[in-house]
């Protein structure tokens, strides 16, 4: 199906040819015009990856908008390395929001406050006895091993309210630097892998890039399509030229960006530009480049369609150059 076009193309080119020739040999000023034919730069349109053809929207022919879906390939892997992916986000934030979050759930840090408030009443109440330890002892209504007793348990009251501050305070750190930047890259990586697994499974609905006819359907639902190779192929009209081909002797008349008119059997006239010049003849002699030899020469030239709906390719055309009064 792909050699068609390609053939057909060549068949109007070596007759264009022949007849570039001719005209170079009959009529040597270029008063008649210069042969040529209508061709369009395909867009070929299909998966990046392998798979069988599930859905086709279009027909040849159809008129499509750019990013109209196509057709569709199957995407049963792709789904599920998207929702594989989404999965292994989702275990990524909860890591991150575990790292950042208090080593020691509420429930247990209010227990350490518990412990922390009795620590503060029994420290209180041993600085009320050391007091009073402190003011009898020297009256001598108390022994010294008394005021020593409760100098003691007040320096055990003070570390335990020490102990218990220090236990809340570590309860409420959260993980170290190193474990939640481990956890933040862990998730950027997971996000990465989502997009790229989202966009493989967009892809398995083959969209048009520009907007144009349908040329050609090479797949049909079922088929399996390899990779690399187009399902169907858009021709956009900025896409479409003219190229014909001029003698040696008329070329320096031929100037890019110059207006030449475009007539064919059964069509209106229509205008176009010079877009490109060939820097090589396309006919070459077999012998020294005589005067004679010489105007068998002919370069191809090619101008794009000021209106690129009149242009269909494969049409042979006649180019004069100017626009038509």
Do not use: W
């Amino acid at each position: 199906m792909t050699r068609a076009p390609a053939l057909c193309a060549m068949l109007a080119r070596t007759l264009a040819l022949a007849a570039a020739l001719g005209l170079a040999g009959c009529n040597g000023d270029g008063a008649g015009g210069f042969s040529g034919y209508v061709e369009g730069d395909l867009v070929f349109i299909g998966p990046t990856e392998a798979g069988r053809v599930t859905a086709l929207l279009v027909e040849e022919g159809t008129q499509v908008k750019a990013g109209q879906v196509l057709a569709k390939v199957e995407d049963d892997l792709q789904t599920a390395d998207r929702d594989a992916a989404a999965a292994q986000l989702k275990e990524a934030e909860a890591r991150l929001a575990n790292a950042r979050s208090p080593l020691q759930r509420p429930e247990e840090v209010a227990v350490l406050e518990a412990s922390e408030r009795r620590a503060a009443a029994a420290l209180d109440l041993s600085r009320i006895d050391l007091d009073r330890q402190k003011t009898l002892v020297p009256k001598g209504a108390s022994s010294q091993a008394n005021l020593d007793s409760a100098q003691h348990l007040y320096d055990q009251n003070q570390a335990a309210l020490d102990e218990a501050q220090r236990r809340i305070a570590a309860a409420r750190i959260a993980a170290r630097t190193q474990d939640i930047e481990a956890a933040e890259q862990a998730t950027q990586t997971a996000k990465a892998n989502l997009a790229a697994a989202q966009i493989r499974l967009d892809r398995r609905s083959v969209k048009a890039p520009a907007d144009g006819p349908v040329q050609t359907v090479y797949y049909r639902p079922g088929e399996m399509v390899p990779e690399g190779r187009p399902i169907v192929s858009v021709l956009p009209p900025g896409l479409v030229k003219v190229r014909f081909f001029v003698p040696e002797a008329q070329l320096p008349k031929v100037k890019a960006g110059a207006p030449v008119t475009v007539t064919c059997d059964g069509c209106a006239p229509f205008t176009a530009k010079v877009s490109f010049i060939a820097a090589q003849a396309e006919y070459t002699p077999p012998v020294i480049y005589s005067r004679e030899e010489r105007s068998k020469l002919v370069y191809m030239v090619e101008a794009r369609p000021d209106d690129p709906a009149k242009a269909k390719p494969g049409q042979p055309v006649n180019v004069t150059l100017g626009a038509a009064p």
